[in-house]
């Protein structure tokens, strides 16, 4: 099992080169933590210093951080299955990466 994953924009078959050179926004900050509330119903959001939010339930623990105005340009994923950052990707449109493997995958 792995515990830490990033999500972005992107395909999981253009690979994990064309996935960095991406600069895709995720989302607005409100409508992120609304799809991710909805796909992990038990996640509580708190907002920490410099712009970064962290979400926390028993599923998974959630990390982002705003550009600009209020852009998400990536999250990260931690302590959870694989499956959660699988409904997650798919409720956001995201592709995940697990940083332990480097695999990508789509939700």
Same mark, same amino acid.
């Given at each position: 099992?792995?515990?830490?994953?990033?999500?972005?924009?992107?395909?999981?078959?253009?690979?994990?080169?064309?996935?960095?050179?991406?600069?895709?926004?995720?989302?607005?900050?409100?409508?992120?933590?609304?799809?991710?509330?909805? @796909? +992990?119903?038990?996640?509580?959001? &708190?907002?920490?210093?410099?712009?970064?939010?962290?979400?926390? #339930? *028993? %599923?998974?623990?959630?990390?982002?951080?705003?550009?600009?105005?209020?852009?998400?340009?990536?999250?990260?994923?931690?302590?959870?299955?694989? @499956? +959660?950052?699988?409904?997650?990707? &798919?409720?956001?449109?995201?592709?995940?990466?697990?940083?332990? #493997? *480097? %695999?990508?995958?789509?939700?």
């Amino acid at each position: 099992m792995s515990y830490d994953y990033i999500l972005m924009k992107g395909e999981a078959k253009a690979g994990l080169e064309a996935l960095a050179a991406l600069s895709e926004t995720v989302g607005q900050v409100e409508s992120v933590k609304t799809s991710i509330s909805q @796909a +992990v119903p038990s996640v509580r959001w &708190k907002e920490g210093p410099g712009n970064c939010w962290h979400g926390r #339930s *028993e %599923e998974a623990e959630f990390m982002f951080l705003v550009a600009g105005t209020d852009d998400v340009r990536m999250l990260h994923m931690s302590h959870c299955e694989r @499956a +959660v950052v699988e409904r997650v990707a &798919k409720a956001l449109g995201l592709v995940a990466i697990d940083e332990q #493997s *480097e %695999e990508l995958f789509d939700g």
